[in-house]
């Protein structure tokens, strides 16, 4: 099994800045790529970074220039560095790992608001 700690969610206003973390533990020699998707109550979960092991990042178009994903290998840590941040971010951010099948964290609440 693969467990997920998330953290760094919050209220922030327009134009600020959140960094969120995922510390995975557990069984996770098989993860090849790790990342983040965001559920805005109403809708569909979806992407917004991911990052292989390799270091190669994929981006949705709405967060690009924006958003910046990192990982820490020896931490087996992942980062989303969320800037300029908009109201239409609001959402549950969710830890994603992917190998043969998918890990989801719990989700860490983003609301941004003035």
């Known amino acids: 099994q693969v467990q997920f700690v998330e953290s760094g969610g919050g209220l922030v206003q327009p134009g600020g800045s959140l960094r969120l973390s995922c510390a995975a533990s557990g069984r996770i020699f098989g993860i090849y790529v790790m990342g983040w998707y965001r559920q805005a109550p109403g809708k569909q979960r979806e992407l917004v970074a991911t990052?292989?092991?390799?270091?190669?990042?994929n981006y949705a178009d709405s967060v690009k220039g924006r958003f910046t994903i990192a990982r820490d290998n020896a931490k087996n840590t992942v980062y989303l560095q969320m800037s300029s941040l908009k109201p239409e971010d609001t959402a549950a951010y969710y830890c994603?790992?992917?190998?043969?099948?998918?890990?989801w964290g719990q989700g860490t609440q983003v609301t941004v608001s003035s």
């Open positions: 990052i292989t092991n390799g270091g190669s990042t």
């Open positions: 994603y790992g992917g190998s043969n099948r998918n890990y």
